[in-house]
């Protein structure tokens, strides 16, 4: 079955740094939804890439869409902490489910 | 407008014990799906349901069911519980599954012991 996987696990950054995960699909997707939960939270949604090749920011994040529709990645510019969180990936191939990634868990240290 | 319901938040149960968990989605989302949320396995997809029927299912036993009601409500179910059963439980509504983004509840944590 279609399979996500998500790199890195885990990523602990100094404030103001920057931080980029990735994600790459085993199918071609119609499309990827990226989702943000905060420590003993829920996941919530950030955004909807479904263009290859689509570009979308969200203020310091970053939005990407590969150009083969089975990669992407999100990048924050200058870290907050009020960044921290797992960050997940969920890739919708035709009229399958939504399958997550297992997220990267983001650290920002003040 | 109001958010996805969960009830109950937490639950403990016994091993061999069988556990109904509810959810109701935003007004006007027909489409409820169910995710499995463990450290080691990250959201794990348990069932979708859309207009009362069941379009996709994931690989669990057959002891994970569920249901939708006509008003989009849905309700899974767990029965002769097993420890590994332990986790957080999310239900998410969309309008459309997986097309227009999903919205989650706080879920249900379940301790099974």
């Known amino acids: 079955g279609q399979q996500v996987m998500q790199i890195p696990q885990y990523q602990h950054v100094q404030e103001g740094e920057d931080f980029t995960t990735y994600c790459n699909s085993s199918?071609?997707?119609?499309?990827i939804q990226w989702y943000k939960q905060r420590p003993g939270g829920h996941p919530v949604f950030l955004i909807q890439?479904?263009?290859?090749?689509e570009v979308k920011k969200q203020k310091r994040l970053t939005f990407q869409f590969g150009e083969a529709k089975k990669n992407s990645s999100l990048h924050i510019t200058a870290t907050q902490t009020t960044d921290v969180g797992t960050y997940f990936c969920?890739?919708?191939?035709?009229?399958?489910?939504?399958?997550f990634g297992k997220g990267t868990m983001l650290l920002v240290s003040p | 407008k109001a958010g996805v319901t969960q009830t109950p938040r937490y639950l403990i149960k016994t091993r061999g014990q069988q556990v109904t968990l509810s959810c109701s989605p935003i007004?006007?989302?027909?489409?409820v799906s169910w995710y499995q949320q463990t450290p080691g396995q990250g959201l794990q997809f348990l069932f979708e349901?859309?207009?009362?029927?069941?379009?996709n299912k994931g690989n669990f036993p057959g002891r994970f069911s569920g249901r939708q009601f006509s008003n989009s409500r849905s309700e899974m179910n767990v029965s002769t519980l097993e420890l590994g059963d332990s986790a957080l439980y999310l239900c998410?509504?969309?309008?459309?599954?997986?097309?227009?983004?999903?919205?989650f509840g706080s879920g249900t944590r379940l301790t099974v012991v």
């Open positions: 199918t071609t997707l119609s499309n």
């Open positions: 349901y859309f207009s009362e029927t069941q379009r």
């Open positions: 969920a890739g919708l191939s035709g009229y399958s489910t939504l399958t």
């Open positions: 998410a509504s969309s309008l459309d599954a997986g097309n227009y983004g999903y919205t």
């Open positions: 890439l479904v263009k290859s090749g």
């Open positions: 007004s006007g989302h027909r489409s």
